[in-house]
């Protein structure tokens, strides 16, 4: 049975709703600008570094919500607020225990709980503000069902930078089940001390701006972000057609080498969407810039996909929005395919165009590329890879 995704409402560093975000993710600018990442020295000690930071700012919470309280959720309301028409039809019609909820994050609202624990060292208490459910990883499903006052099933989903990729094949699950009629599913996560620290001590944030398959790459920029979406068997524009998932458990942070488990999810995506690999006409990559994952995903890509088919990262223009990047990206192949994008236009690679070893022989997207709409069907493909060897591929494509 397909399920398909009726709505998408998106916020990251290109934009704050789905037409500005097409706008920069297509032209190549955000407003007159090229660059969308930003230097910022809150993060880490004595060191400044570029950041996919919202470019605008987030509306504050009801005081009833107060105790969920956080950058997170105030981002969902945002995003929320781009398909609410959406939802409210849809709890009309199904009724509020039918809708169900599946979200991926990595940070929740760690941010706050930083602040709470050095108030507690640096003052001796938590702020009075402060909930502890502002930070539980379950944080994000159990606001979004309070807030949309919800009784269906409502989880959230955290396997570092896969989270929100997963959440495609659990929302489908629980309406092939019976479960749910309809389930938002989608990904959030903010910039944090946490998280930025982190992978400084990993020595995988870039020194500047990321550089996704070039032989001169040298690390990460994050971002934050998120991106919901309405999942019905309701037929819409654009479907959902396979989720290949696969855990190689390689490494606790490195990726298998040879990109067993990357190429394992991409085949199982596209076999579950009954097509060949010839059908797929756009690839998002996971594309960190990071050495391990870039030299592994392209020798997965190459043994699946062939070299001539477009690809590219967009973490150059968003940074990487970890537990939300699965759902951004799967957001940018929607707005690929769908009609906000009249022409076709492919989302860029953006990198200094001097390839590695490995990735010589992908065929990245280039100024000028544009889906082949003479089909009667248009596939695009996303790929999440995480610690442990998490990897997930997403299939979406055009209705006919």
């Known amino acids: 049975m397909p399920v398909y995704l009726n709505a998408l409402g998106i916020a990251c560093a290109l934009g704050e709703n789905k037409r500005s975000i097409a706008k920069a993710l297509f032209s190549g600018y955000v407003g007159d600008r090229e660059e969308s990442l930003v230097q910022s020295d809150q993060y880490i000690p004595h060191r400044s570094v570029i950041v996919g930071a919202l470019p605008f700012d987030l509306p504050l919470l009801d005081s009833k919500f107060s105790r969920f309280d956080s950058r997170n959720n105030r981002l969902i309301v945002h995003v929320l607020n781009e398909i609410l028409d959406d939802i409210t039809t849809a709890i009309s019609i199904y009724g509020d225990k039918r809708i169900g909820i599946v979200l991926g994050s990595s940070t929740s609202g760690i941010a ?37 006052n919800l009784r269906g099933p409502a ?39 946490l998280t930025l620290n982190g992978f400084s001590a990993l020595s995988a944030v870039s020194s500047g701006y990321c550089n996704p398959f070039s032989k001169n790459r040298d690390g990460i920029n994050i971002g934050e972000g998120a991106a919901l979406f309405l999942m019905s068997a309701t037929p819409s524009d654009i479907a959902l057609y396979g989720v290949g998932e696969a855990s190689d458990a390689y490494h606790i942070s490195a990726p298998h080498p040879e990109g067993v488990g990357a190429a394992a999810a991409m ?56 537990g939300a990047a699965g759902a951004i990206e799967v957001g940018f192949c929607y707005l690929t395919l769908s009609n906000i994008n009249k022409n076709g236009v492919l989302p860029l690679h953006v990198w200094d165009g001097e390839p590695d070893e490995n990735a010589r022989k992908l065929r990245f997207v280039k100024k000028g590329d544009v889906l082949n709409r003479t089909k009667n069907r248009n596939y695009c493909l996303s790929n999440s890879f995480a610690f442990g060897g998490s990897n997930v591929s997403v299939v979406i494509g055009s209705v006919e």
């Open 267 to 322: 085949s199982a995506a596209i076999q579950q969407a009954d097509i060949t690999p010839s059908d797929i006409d756009y690839a998002n990559l996971h594309g960190t810039a990071t050495a391990h994952n870039d030299a592994m995903e392209s020798i997965a890509v190459l043994n699946v996909l062939g070299n001539d088919l477009p690809v590219s990262s967009t973490k150059r223009r968003v940074g990487h929005t970890l």
């Open 155 to 193: 989880l959230t989903i955290s396997t570092a930078c896969s989270s929100s990729a997963k959440v495609f094949d659990s929302g489908r699950r629980l309406i092939e089940s019976g479960q749910c009629d309809a389930v938002i599913v989608g990904g959030v996560d903010t910039l944090c001390k």
């Open 112 to 148: 706050e709980g930083g602040d709470a624990l050095a108030a507690l060292k640096n003052e001796g208490g938590l702020p009075e503000n402060f909930h502890y459910a502002q930070q539980e990883m379950g944080g994000p499903s159990e606001f979004l069902a309070e807030y949309l």
